[in-house]
Nanobody
Framework: QVQLVESGGGLVQAGGSLRLSCAAS????????MGWFRQAPGKEREFVAA????????RYSDSVKGRFTISRDNAKNTVYLQMNSLKPDDTALYYC?????????????????????WGQGTQVTVSS
C-alpha cells in the first residue's frame, strides 16, 4: 500500500523559510513523478512543484519559481520542498502526491488528476 507522509510545516514570518518533507513507501517510485500541491481556505487545490523520480527533472508554478526548490533523496525515498522568501499568500495546506509516470523525456505533470496517491497534508502559515 502506497503511503505518503508529509512533515515540516509550521508558522513562519514573511521572508522566512521552511523545508517540507514527504516520506514515500509502498512501491518502487522509479517510474513516478512526485508533486507538491497546496490548498488555501476557500480556494482550489493548486500545483506547486513536481519532480521526475528517475531523471530529477523539475517543474514549478510561476508563483513559486525562484523561491521554492523541489528535490529528492533516492536512498531515503523522500521528496523535499525547500521554501524560501515565504509570503502570506503561501499560507495553505500542502500536500505531497505521486503519479505513475513512465514517459521518458517528459516534464512531470501539473494536473492533480494525474496523481493517484496523496498524503494527509501539512499546514504552512506565513504571518505578515
Amino acid at each position: 500500500q502506497v503511503q505518503l507522509v508529509e512533515s515540516g510545516g509550521g508558522l513562519v514570518q514573511a521572508g522566512g523559510s521552511l523545508r517540507l518533507s514527504c516520506a514515500a513507501s509502498g512501491r518502487t517510485f522509479t517510474n513516478s513523478a512526485m508533486g507538491w500541491f497546496r490548498q488555501a481556505p476557500g480556494k482550489e487545490r493548486e500545483f506547486v512543484a513536481a519532480i521526475r523520480w528517475s531523471s530529477g527533472t523539475t517543474r514549478y508554478s510561476d508563483s513559486v519559481k525562484g523561491r521554492f526548490t523541489i528535490s529528492r533523496d533516492n536512498a531515503k525515498n523522500t521528496v523535499y520542498l525547500q521554501m524560501n522568501s515565504l509570503k502570506p499568500d503561501d499560507t495553505a495546506l500542502y500536500y505531497c502526491a505521486t503519479s505513475y509516470y513512465p514517459y521518458s523525456g517528459s516534464l512531470p505533470p501539473t494536473d492533480s488528476r494525474r496523481y493517484d496517491y496523496w498524503g494527509q497534508g501539512t499546514q504552512v502559515t506565513v504571518s505578515s
